[in-house]
């Protein structure tokens, strides 16, 4: 199985990013899929899960409203749409993905599989 995320760089702040991660090795059916960050000296948290549908999603309260996450069910692809963007957004951003509920992931709860990150840097 492989996540393989891009779409990170350099932006100013209020700026926008979207990122994308591509699932590829299995069918990813009932699969939730998530993205979550770790910035520099911090642990890694979670930023906002999709259920396999698309129907539901769940984002922490740090992002909500400015974050949009989606999914393409037929191209096994997730993406970030990253909008108002602050300094403390910059992070290493993973996409995530397993089998549970939105609830869950967003505990950290159930992931069975981590991407490669994707850098992004919110400049002030």
């Known amino acids: 199985v492989q996540l393989q995320a891009s779409g990170g760089g350099l932006v100013q702040a209020g700026g926008s990013l979207r990122l994308s991660c591509a699932a590829s090795g299995r069918s990813f059916r009932n699969y939730v899929m998530g993205w979550f960050r770790q910035a520099p000296g911090k642990e890694r948290e979670f930023v906002a899960a999709i259920s396999w549908s698309g129907g539901n999603t769940f984002y922490a309260d740090s992002v909500e409203g400015r974050f949009t996450i989606s999914r393409d069910i037929a191209e096994n692809t997730v993406s970030l749409q990253m909008n108002s963007l602050k300094p403390e957004d910059t992070a290493v951003y993973h996409c995530?993905?397993?089998?549970?509920?939105?609830?869950?992931?967003?505990?950290?709860?159930?992931?069975?599989?981590w991407g490669k990150g994707t850098q992004v840097t919110v400049s002030s």
């Open positions: 995530a993905t397993g089998i549970t509920t939105i609830q869950a992931m967003g505990r950290g709860y159930g992931i069975m599989y």
